[in-house]
């Protein structure tokens, strides 16, 4: 059972920080190919302000106020910038976090964090309050997509010039969207930060920001349920499939790449697509695709 | 003394970069993809490079096999990746190409296994003194070769029908149609020649370091695209100069900002310091 | 009974056969890596390692039940040592553990093998915080410190050089190495004109090749892994530096010489494999390694080796499979095997002698031997 713990807590810590990138990405249309960072930031404030004594609650807040931070400057940046520009610069951002924390040794540097402390001694109770704060984050999710945010998100993910002139303030929203993505990776950050008690920059590099970006797309951009379990299912695939140990990663890059290739609204498309011919095999006229 | 040896260093990892991010930078001139399956390219003509060298004794079958297979490998990944999601959003090719950079590295890893592979006899290692500096004879090749299949690429482009139809087409598309071009073609050259001169800066690199290994190809490939937006997306000359200005700032960078960030950062963040002043990157596109 | 029924207690009997055995074994769990940078030397010890469990197999296992080693990849990452971990003590519940990996992945792995109460061996990986992480982890190789002052007194000492450029390896390994050789420096007459760093994912290292030039030493002390080393070692030669350069275990292969070719020539490092060694147990081991890996022995692979059967010794000696009983006899385990003589202090840090090796003829050869007691007494804290 206690295997299957761990499995449950990886599990939720990576929906909490696919739907994170999902609103930024899918809600917002923003590629960002650098969402480790705020990952990382998250984790790095969280755990150095708890190794110093300060109460693990605050910490985690305090990670969640970092990463947006973090992000709201990078959101900044992203105004000035579009498309594919965004891309790159993204994963500049990326990059750049690693290359300043690696260098700086009161940060960890190269070796990394140790003795973080954990946030329950029960295992079981950890699992439970990762698992509480993914549903709550998959609900607000929910509810962000529904709300005019959400419709502004929409708009602009759409087609920005025309939400621009139908007087949706474009920037004001991309910066909510970007620091409410950025601080729930900050979120996700702290609590890998205090599950595996030991933090490297390692963990936040290039390779995690393509895989959480895949988990997005995979999923279905802007999808929820799609993300939610395209996420649960590739977090713990390569742990499950320790048999194919040596072919795991050739498996996954060709699963993104024939996902692309063949369902590019990903899980979610894939659904629908299936849904629409089983209805109209059954001779109803197939019905409007409804959320 | 110093200052002159970090110029040339920077010079010499710069051309490097330039043959990599000039394919790139091709690429998404013509089709707007940011084609990252390109690293593993590099990857491909390094490994080709050094068994052929290896197995035949000579560096020139080897650099020609390289550059031959990989540019036709550049083609396929076109036709397999590529062309289906032309006019779906940009994501998706993108996160294709990724998935087939990592498929394509495991493929590697898993045909010539994990450690690296050597030359059994490192080609153009004979220590030369120019200018007071002592370099290998690959450290002084590296800058012309570049310069050479860069310049090649170029003289193709302005002075030959298909060079003419390919500007056409990057210019504008629909009308280059209705002049009976054919975009498939264009395509395929565009393809053919950004890999071989991906791969021909594989083979260069393992000469330089004798060491090819499934995963080289990643850093130099992240850097490479920093490069082309530098150069002004589709803008080859850009994109050298941004090649070699970058190699050279790279190289004293190493040396007075490793107490600050670490070699591969300091890329990006002249990218970032850039982007910010002036959005449209160093050159305007072409 | 119906052809159904019989087979199927004949399949049932099967099942229960195969569990049975399966339970029957004692299960040593191996964190190493399989694939990523450190895929060689994960080689090495793997066979290095299964070498070890069939020669203990061979001799009636442990108290009469057969070894068995239970490995996951763990790419050299900590971010992969640590699930990996998790597995072996949730999943296979192993008795007890042993790192073939590197300082970062074992460090993290330490923690959580500690925290769950099975003893953990670091076959080779030398960063000092690793046996820190409690009572329960132990080190069959040298730690950093020592190793660095080793290559101090080498460099200083046995060689009599004076300037000294160092250049680090900017990670657990390269960083603990080189505080030992600073901390001794002086001691050996030992002036450090400059100090370097670089990543251990870099290749080509122009720059720094520059700088060494304008500094002029009389040595070169690198940390680094045999991956970067050998394009550094090649580039300071092609570069027209040709002071001597003293490495350390990290260069223990054959791959830095098929690498650096010409330059690795004279290269010498503080290890603990002696390939001209006429000690009958270690040729035999170096003659069987070379017969299953197709490459000869090295340090990682003797050092997994050894990890192995001291695991075993406690085993054994402990009677049963209690982390407890196993930390104890652990404590108490004096072992002689192809690095020589191994002994534990109070906090598992192994005392053993340094073996100085130098490339000649494409190949390691014995230099010296470094015995100095003081020198080598790994630190209590």
Request: with cysteine; charged share 15%; aromatic share 10%.
């Amino acid at each position: 059972m206690q295997y299957e713990i761990s499995l449950a807590i990886v599990m939720g810590i990576n929906i909490i920080f696919a739907h994170s990138l999902n609103m930024i990405t899918g809600f917002c249309g923003q590629i960002s190919l650098g969402h480790a960072a705020f990952y990382g930031t998250g984790a790095y404030c969280s755990a150095l302000l708890a190794k110093a004594g300060v109460p693990i609650p605050l910490c985690m807040l305090a990670a969640m106020a970092g990463a947006g931070l973090f992000g709201l400057i990078v959101g900044f940046a992203s105004l000035r910038v579009r498309h594919d520009f965004l891309a790159i610069t993204t994963m500049g951002v990326g990059f750049l976090f690693i290359g300043v924390v690696r260098q700086q040794d009161f940060l960890g540097g190269e070796m990394g964090v140790f003795g973080i402390p954990g946030i329950v001694d029960d295992k079981f109770l950890f699992m439970v309050i990762v698992l509480i704060l993914a549903a709550l984050v998959i609900a607000l999710a929910v509810y962000l997509k529904h709300s005019w945010l959400g419709f502004a998100f929409d708009a602009i993910a759409q087609d920005e010039d025309t939400a621009r002139t139908v007087g949706i303030g474009v920037a004001r929203y991309k910066l909510t969207a970007f620091v409410i993505g950025t601080a729930l990776a900050g979120l996700a950050g702290a609590l890998y930060a205090h599950y595996v008690k030991f933090i490297g920059i390692d963990s936040f590099g290039f390779v995690e920001s393509v895989t959480v970006l895949s988990m997005v797309i995979v999923g279905g951009i802007g999808s929820i349920w799609g993300v939610t379990i395209v996420s649960a299912v590739l977090s713990v695939l390569p742990l499950w499939l320790q048999f194919v140990s040596d072919y795991k990663l050739l498996l996954y890059g060709l699963l993104l790449f024939f996902v692309m290739r063949f369902s590019p609204d990903g899980l979610d498309g894939l659904i629908r697509w299936i849904y629409r011919r089983i209805a109209a095999t059954i001779g109803r006229p197939a019905v409007a695709d409804a959320e | 003394m110093i200052f002159v040896e970090l110029i040339l260093q920077g010079l010499i990892q710069g051309s490097i970069y330039a043959l990599i991010a000039v394919g790139l930078t091709l690429v998404y001139g013509l089709l707007r993809i940011l084609h990252i399956a390109h690293a593993a390219l590099f990857t491909l003509g390094a490994y080709l490079g050094l068994l052929i060298t290896n197995a035949t004794g000579s560096l020139a079958l080897g650099f020609l096999v390289a550059m031959v297979v990989v540019g036709v490998t550049g083609i396929a990944i076109y036709r397999f990746c590529y062309h289906a999601v032309l006019d779906q959003p940009p994501h998706v090719a993108l996160i294709a190409s990724v998935g087939l950079f990592i498929a394509m590295e495991e493929g590697f890893r898993l045909i010539w296994g994990p450690t690296s592979i050597s030359f059994s006899e490192p080609p153009w290692q004979t220590a030369v003194v120019v200018a007071g500096i002592q370099v290998k004879t690959a450290d002084l090749i590296t800058i012309p070769l570049a310069f050479l299949l860069i310049g090649g690429l170029a003289a193709i482009v302005a002075f030959t029908r298909i060079g003419l139809a390919w500007r056409a087409t990057v210019t504008d598309p629909a009308m280059a149609g209705s002049f009976g071009i054919d975009a498939l073609k264009v395509r395929y050259l565009n393809f053919f020649l950004g890999s071989a001169l991906a791969a021909a800066a594989g083979v260069m690199f393992a000469i330089l370091t004798n060491f090819v290994e499934p995963t080289m190809g990643g850093v130099p490939s992240y850097k490479a695209l920093a490069i082309i937006v530098l150069g002004g997306l589709g803008n080859v000359r850009g994109t050298l100069i941004a090649a070699l200005m970058l190699g050279v700032i790279e190289s004293f960078g190493t040396i007075y900002l490793g107490w600050a960030m670490d070699r591969d950062a300091i890329a990006f963040a002249f990218l970032i310091l850039v982007l910010m002043v002036r959005p449209q990157g160093l050159f305007v596109r072409s | 009974m119906t052809r159904g029924s019989l087979l199927l207690t004949a399949g049932l009997a099967v099942l229960f056969a195969a569990t049975a055995s399966a339970a029957e074994s004692v299960k040593i769990g191996m964190n190493l890596p399989q694939t990523g940078i450190g895929a060689a030397d994960g080689k090495s010890v793997l066979t290095a390692a299964q070498i070890a469990v069939d020669e203990v197999n061979a001799d009636g296992g442990v108290n009469g039940k057969p070894v068995e080693l239970v490995v996951y990849d763990d790419q050299t990452s900590p971010k992969f040592s640590v699930p990996v971990a998790t597995k072996l003590i949730e999943k296979d519940q192993v008795p007890i553990a042993i790192s073939g990996s590197y300082s970062g992945a074992t460090r993290a792995a330490a923690g959580v093998f500690q925290a769950a109460g099975v003893p953990y061996i670091s076959a080779y990986a030398v960063h000092p915080d690793i046996t820190r992480a409690g009572d329960l982890v132990f080190r069959t190789s040298f730690v950093g410190e020592v190793l660095g002052r080793a290559g101090a007194h080498l460099v200083g000492k046995q060689l009599g050089k004076k300037r000294a450029v160092v250049t680090v390896m900017k990670n657990d390994y390269g960083k603990s190495l080189a505080r030992g050789f600073k901390e001794v420096a002086a001691k050996f007459g030992i002036e450090i004109v400059n100090e370097y760093e670089y990543s251990l994912k870099d290749r080509q290292f122009g720059p720094i090749v520059s700088k060494i030039k304008a500094d002029n030493p009389d040595i070169i002390y690198d940390t680094g892994y045999w991956f970067v080393a050998a394009p550094l070692v090649s580039q300071l030669r092609g570069g027209g530096v040709n002071a001597p350069v003293v490495g350390q275990e990290g260069y223990d292969g054959q791959k830095f010489i098929e690498i650096a070719g010409a330059a690795a020539d004279g290269v010498m490092i503080t290890t603990s494999l002696d390939r001209d060694s006429t000690v009958p147990k270690i040729k035999a081991f170096m003659d069987e390694f070379e017969k299953r890996a197709g490459y000869k022995a090295d340090m990682v692979g003797a050092s997994a080796h050894v990890a192995v059967n001291v695991a075993v010794a406690a085993l054994r000696k402990a009677g049963s499979l209690d982390g407890k009983a196993i930390q104890a006899a652990l404590q108490q385990t004096k072992y002689e095997g192809v690095t020589g003589k191994i002994r534990f202090n109070e906090i598992g840090e192994a005392y053993k002698v340094v073996q100085v090796q130098v490339v000649r003829d494409g190949g390691w050869h014995h230099h010296s031997v470094i015995t100095d007691a003081k020198l080598l007494t790994p630190p209590l804290n």
